[in-house]
């Protein structure tokens, strides 16, 4: 039996490929804060210290080996100008895209970070995070990638159009998208995160031609991860990555989040000395887990990805939903208490 580790260094053995004490568990939880606190979930995060609490709470009621200082993917579109709807059971979604004609494209400023209160709070969560964990617990934040920003930004139809066009309108929202992007994963750095995801659904082949997305979203990624200061992860957001594995190998991220529909152990297998798998638990299906699905689940993954480190358990999506009850959740950490001890025969 490997002696205990703290969060930070069970992270850090399983990303240099090695064995730490146990399986790392990432619970991506955005919006049960706001249940542990009694709040909205509009109100929760509405004030940094609100989600910051509700952070360092989950983490040691459900035993995740990270805190999660991300907020709401609609945030980046707020920042640029967008509105943002909240509901009372899930995720803020964008509302109406700031660019409603292509035209829009060439009079969109980049946001600065220091100007968008938005952002701010989101830096200010981050800041609380790092100073809670004390260097003993990763801090994990996100990006949205450049290449898929623009579907808050324009619209999903409207954006796929502009893809297609091959008009040079799109690579001048790339590179607005992209000088954003770097600033805003930087700032995060500096704010305290041990790892930012590259939120890039777009990516996966399950959207997208991979000939297209090698002569676009690519090149977007491989320029802004390489002048991000710090570790990122590719995030499909529960989109396939067996498929694109070795374009997602050349954009430099260190890890990628792939998808309940992935085969584990193949991409395991692909990904093995050169970047950490996460995934690949069904957050949709979490929903309706008996204890016992549960720890069959954490089970059937821990079998396929763990040996060898290189493997965070976590959800397939960046987010477990809201609707998922505590019970799963506790079924999860203790599953990953009992199956996840190295070694694992």
């Not at 995060?45 to 009621?61: D, H, I, W």
């Not at 995801?197 to 082949?205: R, V």
Request: proline share 6%; aromatic share 10%.
């Amino acid at each position: 039996m490997s002696e205990y580790m703290t969060p930070m260094q069970r992270t850090l053995k399983t990303m240099e490929f090695c064995e730490p004490d146990r399986v790392p568990l990432f619970l991506l939880l955005t919006m049960h804060g706001a249940k542990e606190l009694g709040l909205s979930i509009k109100n929760y995060f509405s004030e940094p210290e609100y989600v910051a609490e509700g952070q360092v709470r989950l983490q040691k009621k459900f035993g995740s080996d990270c805190y999660f200082g991300f907020t709401y993917a609609a945030l980046e579109a707020e920042a640029w100008g967008s509105d943002v709807i909240f509901i009372d059971n899930g995720p803020p979604n964008a509302g109406r895209p700031v660019i409603r004609e292509p035209e829009d494209i060439e009079k969109i400023q980049v946001p600065e970070i220091s100007e968008c209160p938005c952002l701010q709070n989101t830096l200010s969560i981050v800041e609380r995070l790092n100073k809670a964990a004390d260097g003993n617990i990763p801090v994990i934040s996100a990006a949205v990638s450049p290449f898929s920003l623009p579907v808050m930004q324009m619209g999903f139809e409207g954006y796929l159009d502009l893809i297609y066009s091959g008009s040079p309108l799109f690579d001048k929202l790339m590179k607005k998208n992209e000088q954003f992007c770097i600033s805003w994963a930087n700032a995060l750095f500096d704010a305290g995160a041990t790892a930012v995801a590259y939120f890039d659904p777009l990516a996966s082949p399950d959207i997208i031609d991979s000939e297209l997305f090698r002569r676009t979203g690519l090149l977007t990624a491989k320029r802004v991860i390489s002048k991000v200061k710090g570790p990122m992860a590719m995030h499909l957001a529960s989109g396939r990555a067996l498929p694109a594995i070795g374009d997602i190998s050349e954009t430099g991220c260190t890890g990628v989040a792939v998808s309940a529909f992935d085969d584990l152990a193949a991409v395991k297998e692909a990904c093995y000395g050169k970047i950490t798998v996460m995934g690949n638990l069904n957050g949709v299906e979490m929903r309706r887990w008996t204890d016992d699905v549960a720890e069959a689940k954490v089970k059937e993954a821990i079998s396929a990805a763990g040996h060898g480190g290189g493997f965070i358990l976590t959800d397939n999506h960046g987010e477990i939903p809201y609707q998922v009850p505590d019970s799963v959740l506790y079924a999860i950490g203790k599953a990953v208490r009992k199956w996840g001890q190295y070694p694992l025969d």
